[in-house]
């Protein structure tokens, strides 16, 4: 497979920024329901799916609203670097409450999940060295929900999460398939931006005063996007600091003395401007 050079922080503030990505307990905020949802209240159907990609088998969560019998839109759910754990089908849920399709897609293969910065860190970095192989990982999701009766397959989207929000705008600018990307608090600068490969329109939502995500960073992330003409739209939440749509972030802030936590108003606010964003993105 063959490698692509990227622009990487420190492999220190790499690890830092990573811890921040927390294994937290469920929470979040339900919003109305989207254009694609129907007046009936939501009955979730669950579903944990083997699917294969990258020479790995790959366990993911699939959850939809089983009373609305239309076609709808597939959002994909790329998890923080502790791998597909509640959070992430805790997030999936309320995208399928929205009225999508949505799945909690496994990056590491066989389903697995890190409980410490170590296992994490191990499990993360061959992504983080070679974005062709979550790429190839993060294909073989699209093509799993693909198969769905339910989903319209013209309309697949992805949000990512810290590691996931990363790993999406690499992806996306590799050229994947997807119509749009949202990245939450994730690592903006990566694979490089290029006009003939990317396709996907992209929302950041950033926390202003993230400290491992600094305004350098976002500068340039921001040069290369306008560069190309890309259609992105940035999005930065006052007085947020990294992991701010976790609920656990500010414990695991506390216990490694990092500058991490959890802001219900930036929680909030980038969870509407995520679905504002879908809904133009779907019209």
Known sequence: MQKIKLFFPSLFAVIIILIACNNSTESGNTQATSDTATSKEPKLKEENVTYTGDNANLDGYIVYNETVSAKRPAILVVPEWWGVNDYPKFRA??????????????????????????????????????????????DAAIAKIKTYAQVDTNNIAAVGYCFGGGLLLNTVRLGDDLKGVVSFHGMLLGTPAKKELLKSKILVCHGEADPFVPKKDVDQFKKQMDSIGASYTFKSYEGAVHAFTNPGSTAMGKKFNLPLAYNGPADTASWKDMQAFFGELFK
Request: hydrophobic share 35%.
């Open 93 to 138: 849920r309320e995208l399928a409450k929205l009225g999508y399709v949505a799945m909690a897609i496994d990056i590491y293969g066989d389903g697995k999940t890190a409980d410490n910065p170590d296992s994490a860190t191990s499990y993360s970095t061959p992504f983080y060295k070679d974005p062709l192989k979550a790429k190839a990982r993060i």
